[in-house]
């Protein structure tokens, strides 16, 4: 994707760095910024410089390669591992990447183990950029059947980020739109501010931006009203976990989208790669939510008029807040998962279909 018609990934590997676009600086700042220590790639995970469930599972992959620069011993090796998984709880994809890696890894003792390392994390970089533009040409049928009926921009609601920033290209939930963008078909995005940390306006706003696609930023509560008065013609979201009976965990305030989607009969598409599939936990309520430090609610960072970035709080110091970061979707509310192999029915049925 492009950046002031400048094509980038969202990380890469150079000069024994890893390289990333530092996201709690955007839209206002472009920067890029250097890991270089399994410890930076820990922080930058921690404090979002990366997020996205794909983009941290990679992040993850990479910080393996510096733990082993760092020092190339087995035990360090393993409790990097642990500290990467846990570093953000709820997207699998950051334990599916570290596990795929140590699969790679460990018991290797010879100098070759940084090039195996590298390679690994290289190509779970690829690997995701293919399953991202393949749920693209996927998703792009659904968009292509409304238009095709309409006849006229098709309207699509999107919740946080889960554009080309939150992977290595092209998206999860994007990537149909960039697709019927790029062939010509006349599409708007509704695109939710996603409070508190705002992804949707200040990451999903911007990169459409930079793309040209038609977009407006929404208070988190009006989808609902647009719904109803027939301004929305798909939603399509990401997702941080799926489980095998196809129930959906993202971004907080997704559910409610969900529901008001049901009510109002608009498809509500949940578009993902196979690596974002928890194939072992068998009911939501274990999956571990993501509580994050309520300042985030209670300050919000914006540019002033002298171009400057400052952080300001909205609400009393005495009130109190909770900040959830994700819920979970019921399969019932969601029309259909738009994957790397198709689109299917949010169930067991239908992942099992795909991924035998
Ligand atoms: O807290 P974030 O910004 O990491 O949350 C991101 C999301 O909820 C995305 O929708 C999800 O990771 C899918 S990314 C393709």
Redesign the pocket.
């Known amino acids: 994707m492009r950046i002031n018609g400048i094509k980038y990934r969202t990380i890469w590997f150079e000069n024994n760095t890893v390289k990333i676009i530092d996201q709690t600086k955007l839209p206002h700042k472009f920067i890029i910024k250097d890991l270089k220590t399994v410890s930076d790639a820990i922080n930058a995970i921690k404090v ?1 410089e990366v ?6 599972g990679a992040t993850a992959a990479y910080g393996m390669v510096l733990s082993i620069i760092e020092n190339n011993d087995q035990s360090f090796l393993k409790k990097s591992a642990q500290d990467l998984i846990n570093s ?1 709880p709820t ?1 699998i994809n950051l334990k599916w990447a570290v596990d795929r890696m140590t699969k790679k890894l460990s018991g290797v003792n010879s100098e070759k183990i940084l090039e195996l390392a590298l390679n690994e994390a290289n190509e779970i970089c690829e690997e995701d950029i293919k399953f991202c533009e393949n749920i693209g040409l996927n998703g792009l049928k659904v968009i292509e059947e409304i238009y095709n009926k309409k006849k006229d921009t098709v309207n699509i609601l999107t ?5 080309w920033l ?2 290595i290209d092209w ?3 994007t990537s149909p739109i960039y697709h019927a963008h790029q062939k010509g078909i006349k599409v708007h995005v509704w695109v939710d501010e996603t409070r508190p ?1 705002n ?1 949707g306006a200040n990451l999903t706003s911007y990169e459409f931006n930079e793309e040209k696609i038609p977009n407006t930023v929404i208070t988190d509560n009006a989808g609902g009203i647009l719904m109803q008065r027939g301004q929305v013609d798909m939603c399509i ?4 976990r799926t489980l095998s009976n196809g129930d959906v965990c ?2 907080v305030g ?1 559910y409610l989208k969900a529901l008001a989607a049901k009510d109002n009969n608009v498809p509500f598409y949940v ?2 790669p196979s690596s ?1 599939i928890d194939w072992n936990i068998k009911d939501y309520k274990q999956i571990p939510i ?1 509580e994050r430090n309520s300042d985030e609610l209670s300050y919000v960072e914006g540019i002033d008029k002298d171009n400057k970035v400052t952080k300001v709080r909205i609400y009393p110091p005495k009130s109190k807040a909770m900040n959830l ?2 819920d979970i979707t019921p399969a019932k509310y969601v029309s259909g998962l738009i994957t790397e192999k198709g689109i299917c029915e949010a169930s067991e049925r239908g992942l099992k279909g795909l991924f035998k």
């Not at 997020?51 to 941290?56: E, F, H, Q, V, W």
């Not at 919740?159 to 554009?163: E, I, L, P, Q, V």
């Open positions: 979002m997020r996205g469930a794909p983009l941290i953000r997207a919740h946080c980020n889960a554009g939150a992977t998206g999860t939930a940390r992804q979201v990401g997702t941080d993202n971004k997704t578009a993902l974002t993501e970061a994700f």
